[in-house]
């Protein structure tokens, strides 16, 4: 079910000629300065993100039953370099130890090129689950014959984000059908929108097949939807040969026993969604997605693979649907997380995927190299 990605050619960056940033050695108040030049942040957004909160009128906007507003800090990741990209990486998270472990894996990628990224696109799948069905083959191929009709009844929904393709699927085990569409959502995450495209059609598919509909929403294991991203760390930089086999042997482990596979995972997601949750995204439908992803082929394996190259340097790999959004959402009504989008300086939502990913990498690895170092 995965696409093939090509990744292309990026040039290694002269990491001298790249200025490393230490945020950890500023203070707060020279990081905000540095941060306002950098993103070009007005007085008004320097000040709504220090406050780190927003009012409880827009909460209540947001969510029902509001009382109140939970802070979790947001620090800067920085050195990323992204498809030859400079990026300060805004992320949101409690936990220790993951912006500067990031900013270090991706200071010590900079030699190499640092991260190489890439995507399919942004299509997302909504399901129809038709049941109750007398003769299967007669309403898949009425389901067929009408896929034009179907696919334009879909996009009275929107105007700028559209059914692209349609697909049936039986599970006999179940006795149903699934209608499933395939709606390229643009830069939005893209749910509303394919939920409401799946309400709008579940009559017609009905009439069609002569079943009855159940569920119309959309899935989160977006396998349309991927992103890969890989990177290369010397050897040198981070203790030799020694190190380089014993990041690989954990990866191993990983890879044959599914109760280290998830913890390794969780240090994958440690970045990705540290980064989503900065610029207001569905951490949880992208947390969904990648577990479902790792257990795509039957059983749960590692999101991501190291390897020994050629020249005896750390290789990196890793793919992962990421159903994500810089339109929509709290992505758009959140001003801190609008702000941390501006900091990011991402437009797309596919760049914002790569670069989730990127620090999602990052995290896997400085996890690794403390597990086989200090512990």
């Known amino acids: 079910m995965k696409k093939a990605i090509n990744l292309g050619n ?63 800090p947001i620090g800067i ?7 030859g990209k400079k990026f300060l990486v ?32 942004s299509v997302m799948i909504g399901q129809i689950q038709v049941f109750k069905i007398r003769n299967y083959e007669r309403a898949k191929h009425q389901i067929f014959a009408h896929k034009q009709e179907i696919l334009s009844l879909a996009n009275t929904q929107s105007s700028t984000r559209r059914a692209v393709g349609l697909r049936v699927r039986e599970l006999k085990s179940l006795h149903m059908l699934l209608v499933e569409l395939l709606v390229d959502v643009k830069d939005s995450m893209g749910a509303n929108i394919v939920d409401s495209m799946c309400e709008a059609v579940a009559p017609l598919i009905e009439s069609l097949t002569k079943g009855k509909v159940n569920l119309r929403i959309v899935s989160n294991l977006a396998t349309e939807r991927l992103v890969r991203v890989e990177t290369t760390i010397k050897e040198d930089l981070i203790g030799g040969e020694n190190i380089v086999s014993r990041i690989v042997d954990a990866c191993a482990f990983a890879q044959e026993d599914p109760f280290r596979g998830a913890t390794h995972n969780k240090g994958i997601l440690n970045g990705v969604s540290a980064v989503l949750l900065a610029v207001g995204n ?11 992803f790792a257990a ?6 590692p999101l991501s693979s190291w390897i020994k190259n050629s020249n005896g340097d750390l290789g990196g790999l890793f793919e992962m649907p990421m159903a994500v959004g810089t339109v ?31 620090a999602g990498l990052a ?9 086989v170092t200090r512990g």
């Open 10 to 72: 990026i040039e290694p960056i002269d990491y001298r000629r790249v200025a490393t940033l230490n945020f950890s050695k500023l203070s707060q108040k020279e990081r905000m300065y540095y941060l306002k030049n950098a993103a070009n942040l007005t007085e008004q957004e320097a000040r709504i993100l220090q406050a780190g909160k927003i009012e409880l009128e827009a909460a209540d906007r947001m969510i029902e039953n509001v009382v109140g507003t939970i802070q979790i």
């Open 77 to 83: 990741a920085t050195n990323f370099v992204i498809n």
């Open 90 to 121: 805004p992320m949101a998270t409690e936990q220790k130890s993951i912006i500067s472990s990031a900013s270090k894996t991706a200071e010590w990628t900079l030699p190499t090129g640092g991260f190489k990224a890439c995507n399919t696109g």
């Open 282 to 292: 569905d951490i949880r439908a992208v947390e969904a997605g990648a577990h479902a």
């Open 296 to 301: 795509l082929s039957g059983r749960y394996s």
């Open 328 to 358: 929509g959402g709290s992505a758009s009504s959140h001003p801190i997380a609008r702000i941390c989008l501006k900091i990011l300086g991402v437009k797309r939502a596919t760049e914002l995927g790569e670069v989730a990913a990127s």
């Open 363 to 371: 995290c896997n690895f400085f996890a690794l190299y403390s597990l």
